[in-house]
């Protein structure tokens, strides 16, 4: 259920919202944002992958899997905040995979690193997961040493933020999704928990050259020229992986870290999937438990988010698609990513775009396994030294603080600057705003006139600090029905022996990471805390969802990334400033966690929903009925028995269905392909392979039908033998329990 009834609120709100979210729907909140920030080995230690396997097990490692697979249909997906973007079916569930370590010698030392197939970390989600885990197991796990980290996809279930700007095209709080997440997720950490046994952990990288691309090269160039000259790449292409073996050294799994946004997957998709690193996870996790249906294998393997902010996985670059006009087909404007002065036709291309975004997807997760596979297959860096980590929260509105030359600067209430409405080239705005300009009328002259009613004016104060950032969203000063944007975010950090993970509540670009790498590994060598072997990496975003994180000199060109650095010019070199100054919490023989600003004040319980129901004329999950002479789960359109099937084809099959929101099926599926082998069918294929497809189709609002697509498309090696397809469904009559179907399509051959 809904927490606040939309209806009751005042009928003038909601007329600016309905006429807010039609504005906005591709421009103002094109949220190719949200986008995640993570990251990789500091650069001064990133060649280091020397060494042999320890001979020794100091650690307690337990690792696990959870489904969080929201609706699939009926809401909005998070990511690229486009209200058209309404889930229509499932291509691979949504997971959790959790990570334990512990001190063998001091069990009660021990971090959890949990990586999410979501667009972002969350205070509320978090919130939910810890106090479940500590109730479980009290002592264990706390707010201080639960990490809840994302991969940054953009094709996931949305509505599960606690603030209000990310839930705007998600049509407000769906607690639905929120719950799914939570549930799937202490699930995960049950499981690696229960896992728990003696083992060892050793750290390596590589270099995986095509995996990404800079999005943002115009905002890159900014920064000084000495210090890119450090760098071969405008991106970082640094694999960092984390090896979890047992005691006698056998792979467990293994937790990796590189930097490219989830983007592979376009904005015109609607059906549920991971993106690039849930895919990497499957191809990886099949591969070495081929007979285990996913979501059902021992080995894990993740792949977690890096410092994404300027990364794209769409490598071939951004290309003008404005048919009929001279640009057509040619690069994207460099400075603005434009395409006749406007943004809407400047799409980034994946390696597969000839073929599909699909096809891209899996390239751009290919690239990732083959980089963990060999990492896998070499002697890797041994981690020695204890298990700690170090929790604070930060209030980021008019944060004073010294730079490292003696000048005190502040960050800033949080606001959005115009070129966030313009988008990038994973996915463009609208209504003519474009990033890399740092001005407001010559953009767009009516925002200047609407803007104040969306959210209230800035004062000069809030002007003067976001400088030189022309501000369209005030969010930080809007407070009702609740709170926009957080104020106060997350700092965390987690140390196993010389690996340090710096737990982050934005997008980091490049260079951001690069420096806060730098400049953590510098401060932890100064203070004594770790050696010269030290080890850090990015991951994020995490925990609170701050948006983004661009360097001092790319804030200045307000592109999408800077525009989207809500706390200000000066937000990285707060973060240094802050992370750095608790380092020595993670020293051998540190204790406690270091003074802190107030939490966050919950949000999900002033949530409210703006559902497609009351706004749209959508219909919820009312009822469900067959039609007229009809069963649930009956087919109405068969496979084809008449010849044999051959690999690459597709197998489609269309059964009478009920809305899937009435079981999410977490840790099941909605479909089969069975094989009949000694006359007993078993289960070859789930909804979690890529293979398969779920999609529902409501065809009557008031009659309450609908119906159900499954496509099989038959992979090479496919055994030749007689299949079927099997629909799993659940419906509510209008009055009485939801109560499980199954439907089977006639059973086919492949050759």
């Not at 307690?60 to 973007?85: F, K, R």
């Not at 939910?128 to 040493?145: D, K, M, Q, R, W």
């Not at 792979?251 to 690039?276: M, P």
Request: charged share 15%; hydrophobic share 35%; net charge negative.
């Amino acid at each position: 259920m809904y927490l606040v009834d939309p209806s009751s609120l005042a009928p003038d709100f909601w007329s600016l919202m309905r006429s807010m979210m039609q504005l906005l729907q591709r421009g103002l909140l094109c949220l190719t944002a949200f986008l995640a920030s993570a990251g990789i080995f500091t650069d001064g230690a990133s060649s280091k992958a020397l060494g042999v396997q320890g001979a020794s097990a100091q650690y307690l490692l337990g690792l696990g899997i959870g489904d969080i697979t929201g609706p699939v249909v009926e809401t909005n997906m998070m990511g690229y905040a486009s209200l058209s973007q309404v889930d229509t079916g499932l291509h691979m569930r949504q997971r959790s995979r959790a990570f334990i370590i512990a001190d063998a010698a001091n069990p009660s030392n021990r971090v959890v690193f949990i990586n999410a197939d979501i667009a972002m970390g969350d205070t509320g989600v978090r919130r939910s997961i810890v106090s479940a885990l500590s109730s479980e197991f009290p002592g264990l796990y706390t707010n201080e040493n639960i990490a809840l980290s994302s991969t940054h996809q953009h094709s996931g279930v949305g509505g599960y933020l606690e603030d209000l700007l990310p839930q705007i095209t998600a049509l407000g709080y769906v607690n639905q999704s929120a719950q799914a997440i939570v549930a799937g997720t202490v699930l995960a950490v049950k499981r690696a928990h229960a896992s728990l046994a003696a083992g060892k952990l050793s750290l390596g990288n590589t270099t995986v050259v095509d995996g990404n691309r800079n999005r943002s090269p115009s905002a890159y160039l900014a920064n000084p020229a000495e210090e890119r000259a450090r760098y071969e790449y405008d991106q970082d292409k640094d694999l960092t992986l984390v090896r979890f073996d047992d005691a006698n050294g056998n792979a467990r799994g293994f937790l990796s870290f590189f930097a490219v946004h989830g983007t592979s997957i376009y904005e015109n998709n609607t059906l549920v999937s991971s993106d690039n690193k849930g895919m990497a996870a499957y191809l990886y996790e099949s591969s070495i438990e081929p007979d285990s249906m996913p979501g059902n294998n021992t080995f894990v393997a993740g792949f977690a988010q890096s410092n994404v902010g300027d990364t794209s996985p769409n490598t071939l670059g951004a290309f003008c698609e404005s048919p009929g006009e001279a640009w057509d087909g040619q690069p994207c404007d460099f400075d603005h990513s434009t395409c006749g002065n406007k943004t809407e036709d400047c799409h980034g291309r994946g390696p597969g775009f000839r073929i599909s975004d699909f096809e891209s997807n899996k390239i751009i997760a290919q690239y990732q396994v083959d980089g963990a596979k060999t990492l896998m297959g070499q002697q890797l860096t041994p981690i020695t030294g204890p298990v700690k980590w170090v929790h604070t929260y930060m209030n980021m509105s008019f944060r004073s603080f010294t730079l490292p030359n003696g000048t005190t600067v502040q960050t800033c209430p949080p606001a959005m600057g115009y070129s966030f409405a313009g988008g990038t080239t994973d996915g463009p705005g609208a209504f003519d705003f474009i990033q890399g300009d740092n001005s407001s009328n010559s953009q767009n002259p009516f925002w200047e006139l609407v803007k104040g009613a969306v959210t209230p004016d800035p004062d000069q104060q809030q002007i003067d600090c976001q400088f030189p950032k022309p501000i369209l969203l005030n969010t930080g000063f809007a407070h009702w029905p609740y709170e926009w944007s957080p104020n106060t975010v997350d700092i965390q950090m987690l140390r196993v022996g010389q690996l340090v993970i710096l737990v982050m509540p934005g997008e980091l670009t490049t260079m951001s990471g690069r420096r806060m790498r730098e400049a953590l590994r510098a401060k932890l060598i100064s203070e004594g805390v770790l050696g010269d072997d030290a080890y850090v990496v990015i991951a994020g975003p995490a925990n609170t969802y701050a948006h983004y994180v661009a360097t001092h000199e790319e804030y200045s060109v307000q592109r999408y990334e800077g525009a989207s650095t809500i706390f200000g010019q000066w937000t990285l070199d707060s973060y240094i400033d802050k992370y750095s100054s608790i380092v020595s919490y993670l020293a051998d023989d540190a204790t406690g966690q270091p003074p802190s600003d107030p939490a966050p004040v919950d949000q999900t319980s002033k949530a409210i929903s703006l559902q497609a129901r009351r706004l749209l004329n959508q219909t919820g999950v009312v009822f469900d009925a067959a039609g007229i002479g009809r069963d649930f789960g009956e087919v109405l359109t068969d496979v084809r028995t008449s010849s044999p099937y051959t690999a690459g084809e597709a197998v489609i099959a269309t059964f009478v269905g009920a809305n899937p929101r009435n079981n999410l099926r977490l840790e099941q599926t909605f479909l089969t392909v069975d094989q009949l082998v000694n006359g007993q069918w078993n289960a070859v294929r789930s909804d979690s392979h890529p293979s398969t497809t779920y999609q529902w189709t409501r065809t009557s609002t008031i009659l309450g039908t609908s119906t159900v697509n499954i496509t099989w498309v038959i992979e090479d090696g496919t055994p030749s033998g007689t299949y079927r397809l099997t629909y799993f469904g659940d419906s509510k009559p209008l009055i009485g329990n939801i109560t499980p179907f199954v439907g089977h399509s006639s059973s086919f051959t492949i050759s």
